[in-house]
Structures are given as C-alpha cells and as structure tokens.
C-alpha cells in the first residue's frame, strides 16, 4: 500500500519568515495529493491540494509543488502569521481501480513565534 | 448548520467491553472514512465506504467493524475494547465520484480511553 513520509515532525519559525515541510509517497499510482490543516483541539481541514497532472498550485500565501519524477511533493507558507500555527498533513491517494482511500502523514507541528 | 456529527465527544470505557461511536451526515455525500490519531502517528484510515451498502479495510481495521445501511450513517463499533484503541476517532465524509476524490470533511472527533 502507499506510505507518506512527512518532514520535519516540529518547526519554529518567526513571524513573518516561511515555512516549508516536505513530504515524499510510495505508490506512482498516485495521483491526489492534499494538505490538511488541524487547529489545537479542532478537527483537521483542507487548505490546498494539487494533482498530478500540475506541478504547481498557489492560494494566496500558501503554495504547494509536486515532483512526480522524485515522488514528493512540498507546503510553502509564506509570511508567516500566528494564526498558521496548528499541525500540518500531507496526503496521497491512489488515483486507479475505485479506491476511495487517502493515506496521510504523520503530521508537522508549526508554531510560529513573534 | 449542516455538517457531520459524531458522537460521544469523550468517552471512559472498561477493557472488553463492547462500544459503538456514532456518525451522521447532512450532506448526503456518498463516502464516508473513519480515523484514528494517534501521536506521533497522524491520522490511519480504519474503514471506509464509497457508497451505502459497502465497506472497505483501512490501514488499521483490527478489533474494529462497521456498516453503512444508509447514506448519512456510519457507525464505528469495537466489539471487545483493548487499551491500545485509546485514541481520538475521526469521521470523515467526501463527495467521491468514483475517479477524484472530493474534500474530506471531518466530524469534531471522539476522545476514547479504554483502562
């Protein structure tokens, strides 16, 4: 089955600065891959996702890349704000045969500092 | 507001006894998922169902078993609770069409103990 690896697990970084975690995918079937964002003690929420056939895709000051050759895929955040600290999940998902299935990664505390 | 419920919120159980976590949906999406976080570990799929009447296997569906009889229904029950299923349980529903995934919404969690 497909396995994602997420990268840093923590990261501090001051107000302002970006923010980049990195996640890599086992499966090339692959072809689905979301960000969710979870708040302390909320439940975790779609911020942005990109699928295979775009490398690039930006949301205001949130973007995510995909190298499908090297199967990784990174969430940049920019001009960080202290509202963006929560935990951090990349997913993947096979996109063939019906499977409805998202696999997600461990999870990236972010906490952003004044 | 329409969304998706779940219940209970929090819940101390006993080992071996038998639990039922409860999940409703509104939207009348036709996927529904249930997850365990664990930390350290981030969210693992249990089960799933693409549509009423259909379940599948997750990462982690051990000691677990579900049913979807309906659309908006989708209850996550562990028949004989060991303490290694503390954990919070998110349920989740999407849109699914079958060949993209829709946005997964998630239900406020459960915290579940088992001593």
């Known amino acids: 089955g497909e396995n994602v690896e997420q990268h840093p697990s923590t990261l501090s970084v001051q107000e302002g600065d970006s923010a980049v975690i990195k996640c890599t995918y086992s499966?090339?079937?692959?072809?689905?891959f979301p960000w969710y964002k979870q708040e302390l003690g909320k439940r975790p929420q779609l911020i942005i996702d990109?699928?295979?056939?775009?490398g690039e895709k930006k949301d205001q000051r949130i973007a995510v890349t995909l190298n499908k050759t090297a199967k990784h895929f990174s969430l940049h955040i920019t001009e960080t704000q202290p509202e963006d600290s929560a935990v951090y999940f990349c997913?993947?998902?096979?996109?063939?045969?019906?499977?409805?299935?998202?696999?997600f990664g461990t999870g990236t505390q972010l906490k952003v500092e004044l | 507001i329409a969304g998706i419920t779940q219940a209970p919120t929090s819940q101390i159980l006993a080992a071996g006894r038998r639990m039922t976590l409860r999940c409703t949906q509104d939207?009348?999406?036709?996927?529904m998922y249930w997850y365990r976080q664990d930390l350290g570990l981030g969210l693992r799929l249990i089960h799933y169902?693409?549509?009423?009447?259909?379940?599948g296997k997750g990462e982690v569906p051990d000691g677990y078993s579900v049913s979807r009889a309906n659309t908006d229904d989708f209850p996550l029950t562990l028949a004989s609770a060991v303490p290694s299923q503390t954990s919070v349980y998110f349920c989740?529903?999407?849109?699914?069409?079958?060949?993209?995934?829709?946005?997964?919404?998630f239900g406020e969690g459960s915290r579940l103990t088992v001593l």
């Open positions: 997913a993947a998902r096979r996109g063939t045969g019906g499977e409805n299935k998202l696999t």
């Open positions: 990109i699928r295979s056939n775009v």
């Open positions: 939207m009348r999406h036709n996927a």
């Open positions: 989740a529903s999407s849109a699914f069409t079958g060949g993209d995934t829709g946005e997964l919404f």
């Open positions: 499966d090339s079937a692959s072809n689905y």
């Open positions: 169902s693409n549509t009423a009447g259909t379940t």
